[in-house]
């Protein structure tokens, strides 16, 4: 199966006179349906490499595929429109349009891709909005949300052109921790029932655990890349290989006491 | 389509900043409608009190170099006033068929063959120079309003009846019913009835101009059945000068000149007139396209988290223009509403304010809906002219650095 999305060989640098080498020979592909994380520290340059996935921002060198489509070679409208169609995307500081209501706002892909919204677009904004469980304010100005209902909010918005892949930056960075946690359960919800590859950036290695995959960037390139699955079975094995060892030593007891 | 809803949002969203725009342009708009309005009221009033009763164009034999040897002193101010060196040496034969012609081109409101000269009004023993003008009067009144402007007697002249000036008439102590001798230039006289008197507003005119008949006066000069001239009234009088030179050409054997030629110091006037209210009204209009642009520039600024976040969403490059774009042809259209509200206002006022004791108004305007659907016009585009610099900085708005510094 062709990726969904992939770069290759991808640099970023900026600055004219000063040089900062923000990311350096990044290959990396997302299947479709994964469920992943970029983590990194900040300043890592991982908001960086989500902005060249999103096209948002374009790579120095290197390509960026979509389903082996060259997207470097695209200018900025054909991109916007292939943002529109293929892309969602979720900010860490919510970023609704505050002049419109939350549901005109899950309806503004719609309209920027297709024009005015029928009704079954309609129905499915509602729909979505009902997921999301912000239907009851859905007439609310975006301003008169909660930063949680917001963040819901773009996630139903994110979802209205039916996208193969969402980007989120940071997007439970400025929420509380209950309010994190729902729009985290949400994103997996989806994830699974609409089957929309997930790529997330985090600095929080406990939302990090909870994907399917974890790529780890450290000063512009990648440091680990693994399936949480597979990690997890490791770190087990390797916390229980020492103490199955040690049980055979007659050891353990040292072990317990440590 | 979105980009209108949004451009309407950010309108309605920007309250207080979105009204003091509008009502800047709205004073801006007024003044401009104001200044519009009374300086076309002026020109008019000021054209209309010096050719509203004369004729703009008037025909006549092409000018006899002989005729230099004829100068007619004393009527010197009247013939420049209505444009023509009539002279019954250079009769016009053919003109029942000219007039038809001018006739079929439907330009104009009024054609008056005149045949006229030079003569000598005596009364005992007074003797006047006077200028004999034989007319159709039903013709010449659409051009010079006699009937309206009668003083005294009755509206009518004949072979032998004549109406005179109200200047003359003091002069002489003339009234109606009294008789009158007129010769031509060659001393040939014949007695003629005086059946009103006329005041056309012109002490030359009034002093000198005697009216008759077509028949009369071509007896009086032995032109059988010629006219000296014809006199063309236009409904637009600042065509004059091209129609004179059009016809010129199809009929090249007579001369036209029109008052426009003769007027020379009135049309300076009223260009330099006209140059200086479209001087004012392009700065006024500068400044309001200025105060529009100032204000998208800083809502440029406002808005930028909206516009990153639209072009993450996939909004085209032009499509953001265009929402600032709207949004200034907007301010314009609104402002100029309001405006065009004020102005009429003003005018109103001024002239209430300005009016005589009867309440007459200086001079007469008139609220032409062209002027304002103009500066309604004028307002938009210059709206949405304003916006281009701000559209254009929104448009390469860089979503990233929005993004980033939340």
New interface residues.
Partial sequence: MADLLSLVGVNKVYGQKVKTHVLKDINLAFKKQEFSAIIGQSGSGK?TLL?IL?T??RPSSGTVYSNERNLSSLS??EL??????MMG?I???H??????SALENVL??H???Q??PPPDILKLAKQLLDRVGVSERMNNKSTDLSGGQQQRVAIA?ALINRPGVILA?EPTGNLDSDSAEQVNQLMREINEEFGTTFIIVTHDRHIAARCDRVVEIKDGAIVQDYLTAEREERENWEELAPRYCNLRKGEVEWVNKR | MFIWKAAFRFLIEGRSQTLFIAVGIAIGISVLIFLNILITGLQQDLVNTTVGSSPHIVVSSREDPLQSLFPAEENKVVLSRTGGLFDTTRPLNEWDHLIEQLGRRELFTAVSPVAEGSGFLSRGEKNVSVRIRGVDLNRADPIYNIEERMVEGDFMVGKSQVLIGVDLAEELDLAPGDLIRLSNLEGTASSYTIRGIFDLGSQAINASWIFISLDGAQTIYQLSNAITGLELQLEDVFQAEELARRLEQSFPELSWSSWEEENPDLLSALSSQGISSYVIQAFVLLAVALGISSVLAVSVMQKSRQIGILKALGISTAGVSRIFLIQGALLGLLGSLIGSFLGALLLLSFFTFTADEAGMPLFPISFDPLVFIFAIAVATLAGMGAAAIPARRAAKLNTIEVIKNG
């Fill in positions: 908001s902005n999103g948002l921002d900025d409208d916007a429109v292939f943002r529109n169609r995307f900010f860490q500081f970023y609704l349009l505050p002049e419109f503004i892909p309209w920027l891709g024009g005015n918005r930056d």
